[in-house]
């Protein structure tokens, strides 16, 4: 059964990683939901590494605008400008996480926060996108991301990183909305700011779990991580098509009726 899991868990991470509707909050409530036969300490590591499976999905479909250097045109220093911009934007996350990391996780994981944060936030989507309606972005590509924005977007990616339900995309790209980027640069430049977060806190976890797996939880993360690999492909493919032509109310809707239905079905 932990095998059957394992793939689950990975589908939702795959799809929930990328859309605006929260990673965390729903592996939190799926594992209030499934009795996940693996330690505590076991599981705890791998709700967070198994998104490294996801995180690799970008790196396999924006290769070439994430490597700064081809054969054809050599350097690329516009590359090494946005790359500059995603650590700019890491740096809020970095110090929330080295001076109260611990302390969030104690206080906040719950499903309780979960759906405060699905509901507050989809109504932030609904008024972002009220107010964006008629707007013409001053921002349409990455490239035109200033350094001041990079560093505010990762000032929102802080809601994420303190209370589970946020979605890490979603605070960014609600973000990016309200700086005056387009739907597909806050959404390109979400899926880029996600590598190094998430290998950092990846690596974090792995270092605290000791980097000592029995063959059995070897299999579990790579089953959990290569599903989270594969969904993702289809979902960022989705998701880039979906925002050249649509806003994102629908995502804001689905967390309203999801954090209602968290509360009825705890209490």
Same mark, same amino acid.
């Given at each position: 059964?932990?095998?059957?899991?394992?793939?689950?868990?990975? *589908?939702?991470?795959?799809?929930?990683?990328?859309?605006?509707?929260?990673?965390?909050?729903?592996?939190?409530l799926? $594992? $209030?939901?499934?009795?996940?036969?693996?330690?505590?300490?076991?599981?705890?590591?791998?709700?967070v590494? *198994?998104q490294?499976?996801? *995180?690799?999905a970008?790196?396999?479909?924006?290769?070439?605008?994430?490597?700064p250097?081809?054969?054809?045109?050599?350097?690329d220093?516009? #590359? !090494?400008? +946005?790359?500059? %911009?995603i650590?700019? /934007?890491?740096?809020?996350?970095?110090?929330?996480? *080295?001076?109260?990391?611990?302390?969030?996780?104690?206080?906040?994981?719950?499903y309780?926060?979960?759906?405060? +944060?699905?509901?507050?936030?989809?109504?932030?989507?609904?008024?972002?996108?009220?107010w964006n309606?008629d707007?013409?972005?001053?921002?349409?590509?990455?490239?035109?991301?200033s350094y001041?924005?990079?560093?505010?977007?990762?000032? !929102?990616?802080?809601? /994420?990183? /303190?209370?589970?339900?946020t979605?890490?995309?979603?605070?960014?790209?609600?973000g990016?909305?309200? &700086?005056?980027?387009?739907r %597909?640069?806050?959404?390109?430049?979400t !899926?880029? &700011? /996600?590598?190094?977060?998430?290998?950092?806190?990846?690596l974090?976890k792995?270092a605290?779990?000791g980097?000592?797996?029995?063959?059995?939880?070897l299999? #579990?993360?790579? &089953?959990?991580?290569?599903?989270?690999?594969?969904v993702?492909?289809?979902?960022?493919?989705f998701?880039?098509q979906?925002?050249? %032509?649509n806003?994102?109310?629908?995502f804001?809707?689905?967390?309203i009726?999801?954090?209602?239905?968290?509360?009825?079905? !705890?209490?």
């Amino acid at each position: 059964m932990e095998y059957i899991f394992a793939i689950l868990f990975g *589908i939702v991470e795959g799809i929930t990683e990328w859309l605006p509707i929260s990673s965390t909050g729903h592996m939190i409530l799926l $594992e $209030e939901w499934i009795d996940f036969p693996m330690s505590a300490d076991f599981m705890e590591m791998f709700l967070v590494v *198994i998104q490294l499976g996801a *995180i690799l999905a970008v790196v396999v479909l924006f290769w070439k605008r994430l490597v700064p250097y081809s054969r054809e045109g050599g350097w690329d220093a516009s #590359v !090494f400008h +946005m790359w500059w %911009k995603i650590g700019v /934007a890491c740096i809020p996350v970095v110090l929330l996480e *080295i001076l109260a990391g611990d302390w969030l996780e104690e206080m906040f994981y719950h499903y309780q926060t979960v759906g405060i +944060m699905l509901v507050a936030v989809g109504i932030a989507f609904l008024l972002v996108e009220g107010w964006n309606e008629d707007r013409i972005p001053a921002v349409g590509e990455i490239a035109g991301i200033s350094y001041g924005q990079a560093f505010l977007v990762g000032v !929102f990616q802080l809601l /994420a990183a /303190a209370f589970p339900g946020t979605s890490r995309s979603g605070a960014t790209i609600i973000g990016g909305l309200c &700086l005056g980027l387009s739907r %597909k640069a806050a959404a390109e430049f979400t !899926f880029f &700011l /996600a590598i190094p977060v998430m290998f950092g806190a990846s690596l974090l976890k792995l270092a605290g779990f000791g980097w000592s797996f029995t063959g059995r939880e070897l299999v #579990v993360l790579f &089953l959990g991580m290569a599903t989270a690999f594969g969904v993702s492909l289809l979902v960022i493919r989705f998701l880039m098509q979906f925002v050249q %032509k649509n806003d994102f109310r629908i995502f804001g809707w689905y967390r309203i009726i999801l954090g209602l239905l968290v509360f009825v079905f !705890f209490f």
